[in-house]
């Protein structure tokens, strides 16, 4: 939703900012974005077909404005807005300080709690158009708050704990209450050299008051036009804990990634009259392989995968190419809840044209469990500045 505040914020910050930078040097700033298209198609089973709608078609996925800076040595800040939906909604719009006796980075705005390892990866960086259903049914996104995280000595373990209110935008959700979220990781193989193995090893908790004493849990596989086959609908319930466990590991061309999640909801009478609380499980595993002999690159700040650079870009050479396949299973059948249950299989080339620009071809076999089957294809078009 557009909210004129923020605009003017934006502009009065880059004004400022540019004007004392001028001044004195002691202002940096950059402005960036990201465009992605996605293009895709379905092909269900009749049973599927008769239960939910299907569509074929193009969708703006993303187009971001991003302004980054830092300022006085210790302070950075993010302000970033979507505008594919054509209403300005915010995504990264929040303040950083670091003190210089090397403490832990304090931050506070709206931006992405710390859970799971997909979630943290940027969006410019996965390798299939959609991230797992078991991530975006059972992981918390973006919300406001504040959260405290550093890198211990020689950066092999990362820490970060926050408090956090469910937000649509700028705006906290009706009856929101604070929830505490924390993920902690470590490099078990520091792989510095591109043949030596890399391994990441993750764990995230997070215990959540639902926003008005209800919680709904779904997901969606494949494609952005896809619909939801699986939800538990609105549960009563007055608490619920977030659990999950992750793992990555990148050796010369090859990477591969994983995550086991899990959901436990207190459900309150009107719930469930049978059974005080419900417990959901989902997992995916997914792998790839570079035919150009290209790494996958590992963030240390971001402790998830990063940018690709192809070894010859485009045009001087064919860029980066890139095979991968993913197993996506989420299960939201539990105590008298039945959500429903389903695993999908998928598999990506990838053609990464220069570090900014990449053409994303994804095949998404589901079966959602007793409904049938349905096949996806689409195509993603990523360009970011």
Known sequence: MFRSPALAAL??????????????????????GRVHVEASSSSPDPALEERFEFEDGVDWRRARLVLNGDFLERFTFKIEHDIASGDVVPTDVFLEAT????????????????????????????????RPAAVTALAPGRNLGFMVHDRLAGDRVAWAVGAFRDSDGYDMRPGSDWSLTGRLSGLALDGDEESDPLLHLGVALSHRQPTADAV???????????????????????????????????????????????AQVDLLPAGSPVSKSARFDAQYVEAGWFLTGERKAYSRSGRSFTRVRPKAPVPEGRGAWELAARWD??????????????????????????????????????????????EHAGVLLHFDF
């Open 216 to 262: 709904r849990l779904r997901g969606r596989t494949g494609v952005r036009l896809a619909p939801r086959k699986v939800d538990t609908g609105w549960l009563p319930a007055d608490g619920m804990r977030l659990l999950g466990a992750e793992f990555l590991l990148a050796r010369s061309s090859f990477w591969l990634q994983g995550e086991v999640l899990s």
């Open 329 to 374: 299973h989420i299960d939201l059948t539990g105590g008298s809840t039945l959500g429903g249950s389903q695993q999908s299989v998928s598999l990506a080339l990838n053609w990464t044209l220069r570090g900014n620009l990449r053409v994303l071809m994804n095949y998404v076999s589901t079966d959602p469990d007793g409904a049938g089957s349905v």
């Open 11 to 32: 502009l009065l910050v880059s004004a400022a900012t540019t004007t004392q930078a001028q001044e004195d040097g002691a202002f940096d700033i950059s402005v960036g």
């Open 99 to 130: 003190p210089n006796d090397g403490a832990a980075t304090f931050r506070a705005g709206h931006f992405k709690e710390p859970f799971s390892i997909s979630i943290q990866q940027s969006s410019n960086y996965h390798s299939f158009i959609a």
